[in-house]
């Protein structure tokens, strides 16, 4: 091996060994970049379950309340109908003051506003508790294309290096802003573009 092909030989190492540090700091900054979209992730689908389960509960409440209400609905119209029927004013009260309690408690079981535990406040816990699982879901989404993009774009980079096809670096540099693009999306536009 000849002075100048031993020169040309080292230069190509060095190139190569140049090359090669860019892509592990590809590499380490696509795997930085995963491990946010996945924590972000993690935590958007946590949220998620957590607000469906509050959702559930909350139409649960609402079920046994609107059950109660037609309960005593029911009770106060039968009661009406005892009260044509009686004859003694004793009874007549009686039953007047019990159809009455009765339809107080149907109108606080329908809108109860200082304890949130009418049906209509149920109602509207329930459906803001559904919006927050919907927005939940939809950024676990993104995140998790997010990630899917990051470790796609690791394995180009990776690639590179072992066949040096730089063309799979810049593939995985536009993965990267894939990557990056939905995970901006995730975070504060989850609903601008529909993944389910």
Request: charged share 20%.
């Amino acid at each position: 091996m000849s002075a100048h092909e031993s020169m040309e030989h080292a230069e190509h190492a060095e190139h190569a060994s140049g090359s090669n540090k860019k892509i592990a700091l590809l590499i380490a900054v696509l795997a930085l970049f995963l491990a946010i979209s996945e924590t972000l992730g993690k935590g958007a689908q946590t949220e998620s379950i957590s607000k469906n389960v509050e959702a559930a509960n909350l139409w649960a409440f609402f079920q046994a309340k609107s059950i109660r209400r037609t309960v005593v609905i029911t009770a106060a119209e039968q009661g009406k109908l005892t009260l044509g029927s009686a004859t003694d004013d004793a009874a007549k009260a009686a039953v007047q003051k019990q159809v009455d309690d009765w339809t107080k408690t149907a109108q606080r079981y329908r809108s109860e506003p200082e304890t949130g535990e009418g049906t209509e406040q149920l109602a509207e816990k329930a459906k803001h508790a559904e919006h927050e699982r919907d927005e939940a879901t939809a950024k676990y989404h993104h995140f998790e294309l997010a990630s899917a993009a990051f470790q796609i774009g690791i394995v180009l980079a990776s690639a590179t290096i072992i066949t040096g096809m730089i063309a799979l670096a810049y593939v995985a540099g536009i993965l990267t802003l894939a990557g990056l693009l939905m995970t901006s999306l995730g975070l504060w536009w989850p609903h601008l573009v529909h993944l389910h």
